[in-house]
């Protein structure tokens, strides 16, 4: 198994421009979900899913969309990138919910660094 | 939403010592994560809690839920124990699907 694998590692944008950070899994897990690391702060979740069809918003989704058409993929999308967006963008996915009493550690990608000029 | 503390925000230590850093949470939670994440590299879960303590390898996580506070213990430290340890919950209320992090503790150690 891959694991989560998350592209591109490195990313530069200019304001306004628009991308997608790709996330997919293969270990037929059913959550997924963004987060951004920015310093000084603890990680924030941007959007989640708990399964193909079904997203919703975390504690910071403004400037970005989310889809999941499949179990695997869970893209993220900037809209127009603005300077705020300059982070590091970390996707993970567990089997189950992050609340769940079943032992389902959270998978995470190697993380996306971003910076908008 | 719940607030997240971690204890000590930095920790030096010398190899072989024992390691504790601590973790509080201010709303009742479902669950309770502690993650590693090694400088500049990706972030590995180390252990999922509902209560009580588990155990692997080196490491030792407890959590208290009446305390609302949770310990991750490192024994016999080595230098590639060197990263931030990162506390996460969710809680048991209606956000239960999504995590609140700590801020992380980053912990050297010396040889």
């Known amino acids: 198994n891959a694991g989560v694998t998350q592209t591109p590692k490195f990313q530069v944008l200019k304001t306004g421009q628009s991308m997608t950070l790709q996330c997919a899994q293969d270990m037929n897990h059913e959550y997924m979900s963004w987060y951004r690391q920015d310093p000084g702060m603890g990680l924030r979740l941007i959007h989640y899913?708990?399964?193909?069809?079904?997203?919703d918003q975390g504690e910071v989704p403004n400037g970005y969309n989310v889809s999941r058409s499949t179990t695997e993929d869970f893209p993220l999308r900037l809209l127009s990138a603005a300077p705020s967006q300059t982070s590091v963008y970390f996707c993970a996915s567990s089997l189950d919910t992050p609340y769940s009493s079943y032992n389902s550690p959270l998978h995470f990608g190697n993380g996306t660094r971003l910076t908008v000029t | 939403k719940n607030e997240v503390e971690q204890s000590p925000q930095n920790l030096t230590a010398q190899e072989g010592e024992f390691i504790t850093i601590n973790c509080s949470y201010s709303v009742g939670i479902s669950a309770l994560h502690w993650l590693q994440q090694h400088p500049g590299g990706g972030i590995v879960s180390l252990f999922m809690l509902s209560s009580g303590k588990k155990k692997h390898g080196r490491l030792i996580a407890t959590i208290n839920i009446q305390e609302k506070h949770s310990s991750l213990h490192i024994t016999a430290s080595h230098p590639r124990d060197s990263a931030v340890y990162i506390c996460?919950?969710?809680?048991?209320?209606?956000?239960?699907?999504?995590?609140?992090f700590g801020k992380g503790t980053l912990l050297t150690v010396n040889p």
């Open positions: 899913s708990v399964g193909a069809g079904i997203t």
């Open positions: 996460a919950v969710s809680d048991s209320g209606g956000s239960n699907y999504k995590l609140t």
